[in-house]
C-alpha cells in the first residue's frame, strides 16, 4: 500500500496539543454555550446497600438561598424505562432506570439530584438531604454464603464464557508436570483526572448535552431513548475527554438524570461528580479470584489448562470481568476449560477498565506460566515459544498477522533477558535484582463507521467522524490518514469529531477507533478521490492514473496542477464525500472470515528490591508489541508508555478497599488510592514491530490502547519472584508480602 | 452552603482575641490540612482566623548555642531548604522534603504541621464510626482496613496513627513548641504536645483553643550534624510513611556516646523511647546492640491484623539507619 509514506508513521505532534498545554481546550465542564448560566446540580446518593426508600426530609434543604429543586423517584416518570435493548443501539453502564423507584441495591446509588444556582449550595444542599430507608438484608461480603451465583454466557462482545474443549481431567491425571495456584486482583478504579461531567440543554424537543463521554453516538441515543426523543433531537458533544480508560464508556444514569432536570427545570443544567462520586457511579475494575491449572508433558507442551473466574455484579449491573477469553485462545491446548461465575452483591457496578479480562486474567495465566516454567526448569520464554500457535485456539482460524515470537526476541534482547539468574540469587548492594516476563494480547475490534470528507476551496481537506478523542491522539491520527490518502501534510487537514450529529463512528473502547475509522477514511477518500477526478473531466482536464495531491492551493496528478479556484469556482460549494463501512470484526455479528484478528506483546520487567525492606522498584520494563502499522510513532508510543505505567499501578498500587459491613468503598480519593507517581516510573523501552495488517484494514493499523496493560502486572509479579523466590498470587504486591520471606 | 466568617488577625493578641470570642473558630495558615477537612464537613468552624499577617513569624532564626527558632508561619519550604537547618539537622530538612509535595510545602506552615489530623481511612468519612470525629461513635479500623494505623499507643478508642514527617524529627531533637494564648506565653515540651488517645482521642493536642503557636525551638545538638530521616512508603512521593525514623549518633571510638531515635507512622503520636536510647549509650556501635535497641523501642506494641508487618519493618530500618549513621560518624 503506502509504506513509503510521508505521514503514517511519523511522529506527528498532536494537533490539539497547543490547546491543552494551554488550558484552551473546552471539555464538558467548562462549556458555556449560552448566555444563561447553568444551574448546578449534585447527585444524592444511597448510604444503605440494599433497601427501599421511605421518604426524604427537605427541611433544612428548602429554605437555602439559591435552592431551586429536589428530584427523586417522587417526581414521576422522569426517565423512560430502560434495558439495554437487544439491537445493541445504545448500552448502558447499568440496568435499570434512574428515579424509578423506591429501590436501593448499593451504596452509592443515586437516587435524587439537588439544583441550585451555585455549585456551593448545590453541595450544602445535597448533604442536608435525609433520606429515609427500610434496609433489607444485604450481601456485601465476596464470600456471602446466600448471594446469587450466576454462570453467563457471553460477554459483551458476544465471546462464550464458558469454554469447554477435550477431557482436562483426563488429561491432568496423566499429567506429569502440573501447577494449580488461585490468584486474586483487587478492585480498581479508572480514575480519569477528569470527573464525568453532563451539561445539558434544551430548545424545545431538542436537548444538547456537553457530555464527558467515550461515545457520543451512544450517548445519543441511549438519552434519546430515556427522555422519549428521536435520535435527531438530541446532540452530544465531546470535543475534550480528560481521560476514560473506560468509565465513560457505556453511558450512566448521571447523564440521563442532568437531561431529565434540564427539562423538568426549563433551564441548563451542569452535573460535574466530585471525586467521591467517581467511585460509585461509573463502574470499576471487580475483584476477582481465579483458580488456574495447567499441565504439561517433559517438554513443557501444555496438556491441560483450566482456568476459572469468580468475580461479583451489581444487581443492576451485568458486566462480567471476563479474566479467561485470552486463556481460551492464546496456547496450543486441546484440553481446555474456561468458566466465569459471577456472584450477586449490593456492591456499586463493574464495567470494562482498560483490558477487561485481559489485564487481570494475563495476571493469573501469565504467572501460573512462570510457575510452570520453574516447575520444569525451563525458561519463561522457552516455555511460552514451545506452546506458541498460528491458530486461534478457539475458532481454528489462522491469526491475520501474528508476530509474536519476534516479540519474545526483541524484548528478551532489549532487557537483557540472558542476565536472568536462579530465583532469590541475584544481589546488587543493598538489593535483590530479578527479570520477570509475560505474553500480551488483546482483540482486534472494528465497528461501522462512516465518515464526511471535504475539500474546499483554499485547499483545505475537512474530514468529519462521531468519534471521540480520550487523549489517545485521534485528532492528529485521522489528520495523518487523511493526509496520507492525498498526499499532503497533516496541516492541511482540519478533524471535526467529538459531535454526535457528525457521521456515526465508534465508541472510544476496545482500542477499535483507529481500526475502524482506518477503514471509514479510506472509503470516503476513494470516493472524493472519485469525485474529484469527475470534477476535473467535467471541468476539461485529461487525466492519466497517477494519485491525487492536495498541494496547497492546487489539486495535482501527475504533470497536471488546477488551482482549487478553478476546481471550486467562487459561490460554489467545498466538494464533499461520504463513506465508510458496515463491517464488524471481533464480535458477534462480525464478517464471516477465516481469519482471527488480535494484537500480540511481550513484556518484560527488572525489579529491584530492598533486600531489608521489601520495596520494589521497576528500573526497567520492555515492551515489544505487533499492533499493524503504527499511524503516529508519537502518540502511539505514549499510549505504550501510558499502558506500562497502568501495569506498574496494577502491580504494585492500586487498590479500592471496601467494607463488607457497609458496602462503602474506603478510600475513594486520589489521595488514598495510590497510583504511580513520576518517581516510581523509570526506563520504559518501547519497540512495536509496525508490520501492517491489511487484512484487518487498507491502513494496516491495529488497536494498541489497552495491550500495553495486559502482561504487565504478571511481567512484574515474575519478576519479584526471580528476585525473591516468593510468589505472590495476589495485587497489588506490596513491601508487606515479602517480608518475612526476603532472602537476608 | 455552610458559611464561615473569615477574620484577618494581624496581631497574636487580635488572633487570641478572635479565638476567644468564638468558640467554634480555627485558625489558619496554610490551611493544606483544614480547608480539606472543611471540605469534608469534619471540620465545621463558623470563623476562620487568618494569622498570615502576624509579623515576624515566618523566619527561622539561628541560635548562638546551635539551635534554632522556627517561626510557626515559617513555610516547609523555607524551613527544609535552609541552610542551618541543613547543617545542624538535616534529619529536619530530609523528614521535610519526604513528605507531601512541593506544592504542598510550598503552602504549609510549621505551625499548622504541628497541628495536622492523621489520616485514618475512617476519620474523614461520615458514614464510618470515629472516636476522634464522632467521640463515643466506636472505632471502624480496629477490625477494618488498618495496615496505615499505628501499633504503640493506641488504646481501645483509637489507633490512628500520627501522619507528620516532620515532628518525628523533632521529637528525636527534644523541640519545645512556644504558645501564646489568655494566660500569656508558655513552653511545650514536644513530648507532651502531641496526645495519646488514650480514653479522650478527639483531644489531640496539648493546647487551649485560645492559645497559638508563635515558634518552634530545637535546641543546640551539636552530634545532629550527623542525622538522618528515612521514610518507607507505597509509592516513592505524595504518600504517608508506613514507617519513618529519625536519627541521630554520636560515636566514641566504637561505642555509643550518644543517640537520638524517633519513629514515624508506628505511634498514636510521634515515637521515642528512652529506654531504646539507653540500651544504646554506652554500648559498642554494633549490628546487634542497634537491634536489641529496635525491640527494646517495640516492646508493648498492639499490632492489628493489617499493621503488624510495620513492627519488623521498623526494627529493620532502625539497625540499617543506625548503621548508616555509624558509617557517616567514622
Do not use: E, S, W
Given at each position: 500500500m503506502n509504506l513509503e509514506s510521508k505521514v503514517i508513521g511519523k511522529p506527528v505532534s498532536r494537533v490539539d496539543g497547543r490547546l491543552k498545554t494551554t488550558g484552551t481546550a473546552q471539555y464538558s465542564a467548562d462549556q458555556r454555550p449560552s448566555e444563561d448560566r447553568p444551574m448546578h446540580a449534585v447527585l444524592v446518593k444511597s448510604g444503605i446497600p440494599s433497601g427501599r426508600i421511605t421518604g426524604f426530609d427537605l427541611s433544612a434543604v428548602q429554605?437555602?438561598?439559591g435552592f431551586v429543586r429536589f428530584l427523586s423517584?417522587?417526581?414521576?416518570?422522569?426517565?423512560r424505562s430502560i434495558k439495554n435493548p437487544a439491537d445493541g443501539s445504545f448500552a448502558a453502564g447499568e440496568e435499570y432506570t434512574p428515579f424509578e423507584s423506591d429501590r436501593v441495591d448499593f451504596v452509592g446509588q443515586h437516587i435524587g439530584l439537588v439544583v441550585a444556582r451555585a455549585l456551593e449550595t448545590a453541595e450544602a444542599a445535597a448533604k442536608a438531604v435525609v433520606v429515609k430507608y427500610e434496609a433489607s438484608t444485604a450481601r456485601i461480603a465476596f464470600d456471602s454464603p446466600d448471594a446469587e451465583v450466576r454462570q453467563p454466557i457471553l460477554y459483551n462482545t458476544g465471546e462464550e464464557l464458558q469454554v469447554s474443549r477435550g477431557d482436562v481431567d483426563a488429561a491432568l491425571a496423566k499429567a506429569t508436570h502440573t501447577v494449580q495456584a488461585t490468584y486474586t486482583t483487587p478492585i480498581e478504579h479508572h480514575n480519569p483526572i477528569e470527573p464525568s461531567a453532563t451539561l445539558a440543554v434544551w430548545d424545545g424537543d431538542h436537548v444538547t448535552v456537553y457530555d464527558a463521554t467515550q461515545g457520543s453516538v451512544n450517548d445519543k441515543n441511549y438519552v434519546a431513548f430515556g427522555m422519549s426523543l428521536d435520535p435527531e433531537n438530541v446532540r452530544v458533544l465531546n470535543p475534550f475527554i480528560g481521560g476514560g480508560f473506560g468509565c465513560k464508556g457505556f453511558t450512566w444514569p448521571h447523564s440521563l438524570i442532568a437531561a431529565a432536570a434540564a427539562r423538568v427545570l426549563d433551564a441548563p443544567v451542569l452535573l460535574v461528580l466530585s471525586r467521591k462520586d467517581m467511585y460509585t457511579s461509573c463502574g470499576h475494575r471487580p475483584y476477582t479470584e481465579q483458580e488456574v491449572t495447567l499441565a504439561a508433558d517433559t517438554d513443557g507442551v501444555l496438556t491441560a489448562t483450566r482456568h476459572l473466574t469468580d468475580s461479583y455484579r451489581s444487581p443492576v449491573g451485568d458486566h462480567v470481568e471476563p479474566c479467561g477469553l485470552t486463556t481460551a485462545m492464546l496456547y496450543r491446548c486441546d484440553n481446555l476449560e474456561v468458566a466465569h461465575n459471577v456472584r450477586v452483591l449490593n456492591r456499586p457496578s463493574g464495567t470494562p477498565l482498560r483490558s477487561p479480562g485481559e489485564a487481570p486474567g494475563t495476571f493469573a495465566l501469565e504467572s501460573a506460566m512462570d510457575e510452570l516454567a520453574e516447575k520444569l526448569g525451563m525458561d519463561p520464554v522457552e516455555l511460552r515459544r514451545r506452546n506458541h500457535t498460528d491458530i486461534d485456539q478457539r475458532n481454528g482460524r489462522k491469526w491475520s498477522s501474528k508476530h509474536l515470537l519476534d516479540c519474545y526476541d526483541r524484548g528478551a534482547e532489549r532487557i537483557g533477558w540472558a542476565r536472568r539468574r536462579a530465583p532469590g540469587t541475584w544481589r546488587e548492594g543493598k538489593d535483590l535484582v530479578g527479570l520477570g516476563m509475560a505474553t500480551a494480547c488483546y482483540p482486534g475490534y472494528r465497528t461501522p463507521t462512516q465518515t464526511r470528507l471535504t475539500l474546499d476551496r483554499d485547499g483545505t481537506l475537512h474530514v468529519a467522524v462521531a468519534v471521540q478523542d480520550i487523549g489517545t491522539g485521534l485528532y492528529t491520527v485521522l489528520a495523518q490518514m487523511v493526509a496520507d490518502r492525498f498526499r499532503t501534510s497533516p496541516d492541511t487537514v482540519r478533524v471535526l469529531i467529538g459531535d454526535s450529529d457528525l457521521p456515526p463512528g465508534p465508541l472510544a473502547g476496545g482500542s477499535m477507533t483507529t481500526a475502524s475509522v482506518a477503514a471509514a477514511v479510506d472509503d470516503a477518500c476513494r470516493v472524493l478521490s472519485e469525485t474529484l477526478r469527475a470534477r476535473l473531466v467535467k471541468i476539461g482536464k485529461t487525466l492519466g492514473n497517477e494519485p491525487l495531491v492536495v498541494d496547497g492551493g492546487a489539486l495535482r496528478t501527475g504533470a497536471l496542477s488546477v488551482p482549487m479556484t478553478e476546481l471550486i469556482p467562487t459561490g460554489s460549494p467545498a466538494i464533499a464525500a461520504e463513506g465508510g463501512t458496515n463491517d464488524i470484526y471481533g464480535f458477534a455479528g462480525g464478517v464471516e472470515t477465516d481469519k482471527s484478528f488480535y494484537s500480540f506483546g511481550a513484556i518484560f520487567a527488572e525489579v529491584r528490591i530492598d533486600r531489608d525492606y521489601g520495596i520494589i522498584r521497576v528500573p526497567k520494563m520492555t515492551g515489544v508489541f505487533d499492533v499493524g502499522r503504527v499511524i503516529n510513532a508519537k502518540t502511539a508510543r505514549s499510549q505504550m508508555l501510558g499502558g506500562m505505567t497502568f501495569g506498574i499501578g496494577m502491580a504494585l498500587m492500586e487498590e479500592t478497599f471496601i467494607d463488607?459491613?457497609?458496602?462503602?468503598?474506603v478510600n475513594p480519593s486520589l489521595g488514598e488510592y495510590y497510583v504511580p507517581v513520576n518517581a516510581d516510573v523509570h526506563e520504559l523501552d518501547v519497540e512495536m514491530l509496525d508490520i501492517p495488517d491489511y487484512d484487518f484494514n487498507p491502513f494496516g493499523a491495529r488497536g494498541l490502547g489497552e495491550i500495553s496493560n495486559v502482561g504487565a502486572s504478571a511481567a512484574i509479579a515474575n519478576a519479584v519472584y526471580n528476585a525473591t523466590g516468593i510468589r505472590v498470587r495476589h495485587l497489588p504486591i506490596r513491601l508487606d508480602d515479602l517480608l518475612e520471606g526476603l532472602p537476608r | 452552603m455552610r458559611e464561615f466568617a473569615l477574620i484577618r488577625a494581624e496581631t497574636a493578641d487580635a488572633a487570641i482575641a478572635a479565638l476567644t470570642a468564638h468558640p467554634n473558630a480555627r485558625l489558619i495558615a496554610g490551611g493544606t490540612n483544614l480547608v480539606d477537612l472543611m471540605k469534608e464537613g469534619v471540620e465545621t468552624p463558623t470563623h476562620l482566623i487568618d494569622i498570615n499577617g502576624l509579623g515576624g513569624l515566618d523566619d527561622v532564626q539561628a541560635r548562638g548555642n546551635g539551635g534554632l527558632m522556627i517561626g510557626a508561619l515559617a513555610s516547609n519550604s523555607a524551613v527544609a531548604w535552609h541552610s542551618d537547618v541543613q547543617v545542624r539537622f538535616p534529619m529536619m530538612s530530609e523528614a521535610i522534603l519526604a513528605g507531601a509535595t512541593t506544592q504542598l510545602r510550598n503552602m504549609a506552615t510549621m505551625g499548622g504541621n504541628l497541628l495536622q489530623k492523621n489520616r485514618c481511612?475512617?476519620?474523614?468519612?461520615?458514614a464510618a464510626r470515629c472516636n476522634k470525629r464522632a467521640p463515643g461513635s466506636g472505632c471502624d479500623a480496629m477490625d477494618g482496613v488498618?495496615?496505615?494505623?499505628?501499633?504503640?499507643?493506641?488504646s481501645d478508642h483509637c489507633i490512628a496513627a500520627h501522619p507528620s514527617d516532620v515532628c518525628v524529627a523533632l521529637r528525636a531533637l527534644d523541640a519545645v513548641v512556644h504558645v501564646t494564648g489568655v494566660n500569656g506565653h508558655r513552653a511545650i515540651d514536644f513530648a507532651d504536645f502531641h496526645k495519646r488517645p488514650g480514653d479522650t482521642p478527639h483531644v489531640e493536642f496539648e493546647l487551649a483553643h485560645d492559645e497559638l503557636i508563635l515558634g518552634i525551638e530545637v535546641p543546640g545538638l551539636p552530634f545532629a550534624a550527623n542525622s538522618t530521616y528515612l521514610k518507607l512508603r507505597d509509592r516513592t512521593s505524595y504518600a504517608f510513611a508506613l514507617v519513618s525514623i529519625a536519627a541521630a549518633l554520636k560515636l566514641e571510638g566504637d561505642t555509643v556516646d550518644d543517640v537520638r531515635l524517633a519513629v514515624g507512622s508506628v505511634g498514636t503520636v510521634p515515637w521515642r523511647s528512652a529506654d531504646a536510647e539507653d540500651a544504646m549509650r554506652g554500648a559498642p556501635a554494633t549490628a546487634e546492640t542497634f537491634a536489641k535497641a529496635a525491640d527494646i523501642f517495640f516492646e508493648g506494641a498492639i499490632p492489628r491484623a493489617g499493621n503488624g508487618f510495620k513492627i519488623e519493618l521498623a526494627k529493620r530500618a532502625i539497625v540499617r539507619v543506625m548503621e548508616t549513621l555509624k558509617e557517616r560518624a567514622i
Open positions: 429554605g437555602m438561598d423517584h417522587l417526581d414521576g416518570a422522569l426517565i463488607d459491613k457497609t458496602g462503602r468503598f | 481511612f475512617y476519620y474523614a468519612n461520615h488498618n495496615r496505615m494505623c499505628a501499633v504503640l499507643g493506641t
